[in-house]
């Protein structure tokens, strides 16, 4: 079935500094969801993608629709404390009956203040 | 506030226990989720609801069963409980087209001893 590869697997960061982070499939998907999840709390979604090459920011969030279809990217500028958790992509798994979304196993991203 | 609401947040059962986690939206969504989270693992889908009065199994379905109680309730039952179901379930709603995207519960954390 479908899969999400997503990388780095973790990172540890200095505040202040940019992080890039990215999603792969071996097979294209239509459309790419980003999400972050707090500590303790349920993933929100941050950005949703739904053009091959579109580029889509949410303040110091940007991710990018990947041209192959096969990939997305999301990068956080100057990033903060309060960007901590864990960053997950999502895209609709068409293999099932009605495109449920089927997530990566996720980046977690650590800030040292 | 409008969004999915999780109880418990919390539960300790003992092996054998039975238990059922509920989940309630007020967003008028028509389609229900019941995700497990583990450490590496991303998000697993356990069961689905496409519409009230259908369920489907996801992809982690065994020794879990669930019931679609009305538009807004869906619940999760454990009817024989192990210690590999310790996890954090987290139930979700969206509309019918998966590509907006869901909207979380803050999740259940279950330890099974």
């Known amino acids: 079935g479908q899969q999400l590869n997503q990388s780095p697997q973790s990172m540890f960061i200095q505040e202040g500094e940019d992080v890039s982070m990215n999603c792969t499939s071996s097979?294209?998907?239509?459309?790419w969801l980003w999400y972050k999840q707090d500590p303790g709390e349920g993933p929100v979604l941050l950005i949703a993608l739904y053009k091959a090459g579109e580029l889509t920011s949410n303040g110091r969030l940007t991710a990018q629709f990947g041209i192959t279809r096969k990939d997305s990217f999301l990068n956080i500028s100057a990033s903060i404390p309060s960007d901590v958790g864990i960053y997950f992509c999502a895209g609709p798994n068409y293999g099932g009956s009605q495109g449920n979304l089927i997530f990566g196993k996720g980046t977690k991203l650590s800030v040292k203040p | 506030n409008a969004g999915v609401t999780q109880t418990p947040k919390f539960q300790v059962l003992k092996t054998g226990q039975s238990m059922t986690l509920q989940c309630a939206q007020d967003m008028n969504h028509n389609s229900m989720y019941w995700y497990r989270q583990d450490p590496g693992m991303g998000l697993r889908l356990i069961y689905y609801s496409a519409s009230e009065g259908t369920t489907d199994k996801g992809e982690v379905p065994n020794g879990y069963n669930v019931s679609r109680l009305n538009k807004r309730e869906f619940s999760l039952r454990l009817e024989s409980a192990a210690p590999s179901q310790t996890s954090v379930y987290f139930c979700?709603?969206?509309?019918?087209?998966?590509?907006?995207?869901?909207?979380f519960g803050s999740g259940t954390r279950l330890t099974v001893v």
């Open positions: 979700a709603s969206s509309e019918v087209q998966a590509n907006y995207g869901y909207t």
């Open positions: 097979s294209i998907f239509n459309t």
